[in-house]
């Protein structure tokens, strides 16, 4: 059974740090994604990940991937309030089907 | 182009009742998908569809049900609701079933 872990599950930074979210999983697939989900809105996709070595950036947003750690990394760099959301890693295993994280809550205070 | 159209957003049930909801894809779209989000289980799979044939299905009880129309658009059904079917049902679809998945707004169901 496929299992990914994300960690840390709460994250509390002030604005202008960075910090690191970190999802391990457990079984090979052929694409990670990142999603991010304000409260009580649906998920935005933020990042594909297709092989090993991949980066991608988005404005404050990194995202890598080592398939061979079974290990993908999301870089927050100096943070703002904006960026407060809750983080979703996910693996495709085949057709539609996700197994996601179980989220990282990120708060960033002024 | 619109996006995926979940509706209704909100429903209130009772124990016991059925419930059904209802997805539109993405124009185009073939395949839709559903996930149920819990606090407690937090994201899970349900069952995806394309081209109106059930392909994956989750680890779900049978009263979770699912259907896709000719027309792409897809409904699931739960019988027999249970306090623990509260959840946010998300909807996603995408072109092909190997694709990205676009998600919709979702369908906060409430079981009282």
């Known amino acids: 059974e496929l299992k990914v872990e994300q960690n840390p599950l709460f994250l509390s930074m002030q604005e202008g740090k960075n910090y690191t979210i970190y999802c391990n999983y457990s079984?090979?697939?052929?694409?990670l994604y990142w999603y991010r989900q304000d409260p009580g809105k649906s998920l935005e996709s933020l990042f594909v990940?297709?092989?090993?070595?991949a980066v991608k950036q988005e404005g404050r947003l990194m995202a890598s991937l080592d398939t061979k750690a079974r290990l993908s990394t999301l870089h927050i760099t100096a943070a703002v309030h904006d960026l407060s959301a809750t983080y979703f890693c996910?693996?495709?295993?085949?057709?539609?089907?996700?197994?996601f994280g179980e989220g990282t809550q990120l708060t960033v205070n002024p | 182009k619109a996006g995926v159209t979940q509706t209704p957003r909100y429903l209130i049930k009772t124990r016991g009742q059925q419930v059904t909801l209802s997805c539109s894809p993405i124009?185009?779209?073939?395949?839709v998908s559903w996930y149920q989000q819990t606090p407690g289980q937090g994201l899970q799979f349900l069952f995806e569809?394309?081209?109106?044939?059930?392909?994956n299905k989750g680890n779900f009880p049978g009263r979770f049900s699912g259907r896709q129309f000719s027309n792409s658009r897809s409904e699931m059904n739960v019988s027999t609701l249970e306090l623990g079917d509260s959840a946010l049902y998300l909807c996603?679809?995408?072109?092909?079933?190997?694709?990205?998945?676009?998600f919709g707004n979702g369908t906060r169901l409430t079981v009282t």
């Open positions: 996603a679809s995408s072109l092909e079933t190997n694709s990205p998945l676009h």
């Open positions: 079984t090979t697939s052929d694409r």
């Open positions: 990940l297709l092989s090993n070595g």
């Open positions: 996910a693996l495709r295993l085949g057709g539609s089907r996700l197994t």
């Open positions: 124009s185009g779209h073939r395949s």
């Open positions: 569809y394309f081209s109106e044939t059930q392909r």
